[in-house]
């Protein structure tokens, strides 16, 4: 989001007269130590706010340039005054249509602007405000239409030093905005609503950090204060920890270091970004690299630049993940400030120009950005390599199912996606390409002593004879199991398990596989493949073809590409996966 364009300060602080200009989502001001670069964020707060630093109030004599002050004194004539005046990007107002098309007419001269000075004499901060001529002659439902734009502007200035005023400060914000939360009343959206948000704040917090949190928001307004927790899992839980007593293993947030807490910032106001789309969101946050290492550095540039859809972001820094961006590089800009001359700070543009990081910080920026990527790359690698564990650990956890193929696997996986859509998938799907390997595998399951596994077999003529081979390999038949709800073999002493895949009840597939005369013996040659579990959905019935079997019977085969039709069952119904619902009943039960 860009709302301002330009910026143009008079007589404020260390700034004399000064313009910003070709602003852009996020604006990154660097500089060295007390060289004026956090004056842009205090100017916003001042226009914005009526503040300067951190919910302070605006005093003229502290805030008005000494520079200004001394050119004033040596004029007869001079009026101390403080002047910002803001530049907006009338295509980025929300709503307005007639005050967003009057301002884009005008915007041959100097557009949609806003001026505001504060005078030596003013009262309790009063300004007075400047309007371009247009606005200022226009009827009263622009002039209204102008007046609530101004007003849904919301400006969040963050300080360097994040004391516990600042996070109370960021949690007031999300109080204040009383659509995020539910009234006591609504108890029939309550559970939804509250896991919907709290997911969503979780998952922005533990990419930041790489840490899972617990988020309890409270079910209103006015328990808000007393009823928010947020609680951070502790990393080194022990496995043997029963999943019932993992809360008693949780780390209060407000325990963590300064530098996890600081992230807790851009994380709220993202959020609250993203959901309270009414206003229009600008932050100016100083240092938000405080207390943060390397990686944690660049992981919160690449979430501003995500933010940045959301909200305007200005921020002053000295972090080189911030000074040399990689990613994100056409919504960015770098200024670096300066004084250019003594009492005057001075906002330019990088635009590529790295020497001038090389003289203010004495940055050999070819050297740097060469380590910057080898060390970015590297603690990537390290990240890469702890989720690969971490998936290595979900396979070890969960039961697993051998299949025959690529196919069955990409089938089976999108037929629990659509059944169950709000439930993570309970086992591991594995492909072993054949039926003969899949028997292999269960012949020797018992290098998997402790895990719980399946075979999964076509009930066709190579699937059957291979399942029932396994009878001689210390398996026995589940007597209580059938061709309806899948037929199981079952290992002794072992959750290992071989199926077949469960046959309608009725039509013609059953036909292939069951003995229409005598329902206790199986078809000779049984052809029901698990492409077959779809012959009966409408949408891809051009997948199948009904041909004369011997004894005046008929029967239904598959044509075309398998692995083409399995990667275009992601998109079918849900009820066109009812036949896998006896399957999965199975594998529930039995893996319990």
């Not at 072992?494 to 005598?518: C, E, S």
């Amino acid at each position: 989001m860009k709302i301002i364009k330009n910026i143009e300060i008079k007589h404020f602080r260390s700034v004399f007269e000064q313009g910003i200009k070709e602003l852009n989502h996020f604006n990154i001001f660097g500089g060295q130590n007390d060289s004026g670069k956090s004056n842009v964020l205090r100017v916003l707060n001042l226009f914005f706010n009526n503040q300067t630093s951190f919910l302070e109030e605006f005093d003229f004599q502290s805030d008005f340039s000494l520079y200004s002050k001394i050119k004033a004194r040596e004029s007869k004539k001079g009026r101390q005054y403080i002047s910002i005046k803001i530049f907006f990007d009338a295509s980025e107002i929300k709503g307005k249509t007639g005050l967003r098309k009057l301002a884009e007419a005008n915007g041959s001269s100097d557009g949609l602007w806003v001026e505001r000075r504060w005078w030596a004499y003013s009262e309790d901060g009063s300004y007075e405000q400047i309007v371009p001529n247009f606005i200022a002659t226009a009827d009263q439902g622009i002039k209204r239409s102008f007046s609530v734009f101004l007003q849904s502007i919301k400006f969040v200035y963050i300080p360097a030093f994040k004391s516990e005023d600042v996070f109370s400060y960021i949690l007031r914000l999300s109080a204040q905005n009383k659509g995020l939360f539910l009234s006591t009343t609504a108890k029939n959206e309550l559970d939804s609503n509250i896991a919907k948000t709290t997911q969503e704040f979780s998952k922005d917090f533990s990419d930041v950090t790489g840490i899972q949190t617990s988020v309890t928001l409270p079910i209103s307004l006015e328990s808000f204060w007393s009823s928010l927790e947020v609680n951070s899992q502790f990393e080194g839980t022990p496995s043997v920890i029963k999943r019932g007593d993992a809360k008693d293993y949780q780390i209060k947030f407000t325990s963590r270091g300064e530098g996890i807490k600081s992230l807790f910032i851009p994380v709220v106001l993202g959020w609250l970004s993203r959901k309270v789309t009414a206003e229009h969101w600008i932050w100016g946050i100083d240092e938000p690299e405080n207390a943060l290492e390397a990686l944690r550095a660049d992981n919160l540039f690449s979430k501003f630049t995500e933010y940045a859809k959301h909200a305007q972001i200005f921020v002053s820094t000295h972090s080189p993940s911030f000074l040399f961006p990689q990613d994100g590089t056409d919504i960015c800009r770098v200024f670096i400030a300066k004084q250019d001359i003594p009492g005057n700070t001075a906002f330019e543009l990088l635009s590529g120009r790295t020497n001038e990081l090389v003289a203010l910080f004495g940055y050999d920026y070819g050297s740097f950005l060469r380590i910057q990527e080898d060390y970015s790359m590297s603690m990537k690698n390290q990240d890469n390599l702890k989720r690969e564990i971490k998936e290595l650990k979900k396979f070890i956890n969960k039961p697993a199912i051998f299949v025959e193929g690529p196919t069955d696997k990409i089938i089976l996986e999108n037929a629990w996606a659509t059944l169950y859509p709000k439930k993570e998938l309970p086992f591991t799907v594995v492909d072993k390409n054949n039926a003969k390997s899949v028997s292999y595998a269960l012949e020797n399951s018992n290098i998997f002593p402790n895990r719980v596994i399946f075979g999964l077999f076509d009930f066709d003529g190579e699937g059957y004879q291979t399942w029932n081979g396994l009878l001689s390999h210390g398996y026995v038949l589940d007597a209580t199991s059938t061709p309806e709800t899948c037929l199981v073999l079952k290992r002794k002493r072992k959750k290992h398990f071989a199926l077949l895949l469960p046959v309608p009840a009725t039509g013609v597939v059953r036909d292939q596989v069951i003995n229409p005369t005598d329902s206790t013996h199986y078809a000779d040659r049984s052809k029901f493949t698990i492409e077959l579990m779809f012959c009966s959905v409408a949408s891809i019935a051009n997948c199948f073809v009904q041909v004369a079997s011997p004894g005046n019977g008929q029967e239904i085969r598959f044509k075309g590409d398998k692995m083409i039709f399995a990667k275009n069952t992601k998109g079918l119904a849900q009820t066109d996966f009812d036949g896998f619902k006896p399957l999965f009943s199975a594998i529930e039960r039995l893996s319990k």
